[in-house]
């Protein structure tokens, strides 16, 4: 499990980091590498959410920029108020796609300027997130929570994102959940 404490400043570098990141992974996929394991050159992932935005939903939705092997996929909360942080489990079908991070990047729970706290435990299949404001009140504004980054790992083949024990939680003692609709949707490799 690795639990992080990021605050405002810190975002800069990371996003310099990630831009990087994402900088080497295009020029190693562009000179034709197949990423390694069973995936073959010219298959692409992608990602297709199952809703749409709407008040108090969360829908996970593919980020701009994927390459065949990498996609962001953003988790996207919409018409909450008083949000002070989130928990919930991803599951996915390890065979098809694999969980490789995530960044909180211009994240709504810290659009403030709050510190985070950030909890992630991965497990074959499914990764548990939890993300809390290191502030003693909430937030009502739509955007970003979380953007989780997949690799492709087969040549073809479709998985779901579902989600597990999601919850909103707002700034009151103890915290209480926010009534929420989450979507996931399919990634989908050919």
Do not use: H, K
Not at 49 to 74: F, H, K
């Amino acid at each position: 499990m690795r639990t992080r404490l990021i605050r405002a400043r810190d975002f800069e570098r990371q996003a310099r980091m990630i831009g990087l990141l994402v900088l080497c992974c295009g020029l190693f996929v562009s000179c034709g590498s197949s990423g390694g394991g069973a995936a073959a050159p010219g298959s692409c992932l992608s990602y297709g959410a199952a809703g749409a935005a709407a008040a108090n939903t969360v829908v996970a939705r593919q980020a701009a920029g994927a390459s065949c092997d990498l996609i962001a996929v953003e988790f996207v909360v919409t018409g909450v108020s008083d949000l002070f942080a989130t928990a919930f489990t991803v599951q996915f079908d390890s065979a098809v796609v694999s969980y490789e991070s995530l960044t909180i990047i211009g994240s709504v729970l810290s659009s403030d300027g709050a510190a985070l706290q950030v909890i992630e435990q991965e497990s074959a299949g499914q990764v548990v997130i939890g993300i809390t404001r290191v502030a003693s009140t909430g937030i009502a504004t739509d955007g970003i929570l979380v953007t989780l980054i997949f690799r492709r790992l087969a040549a073809s083949g479709t998985s779901p994102l579902s989600f597990t024990g999601e919850s909103l939680l707002d700034s009151s003692t103890p915290p209480a959940p926010i009534a929420s609709v989450w979507f996931g949707g399919t990634f989908t490799i050919n």
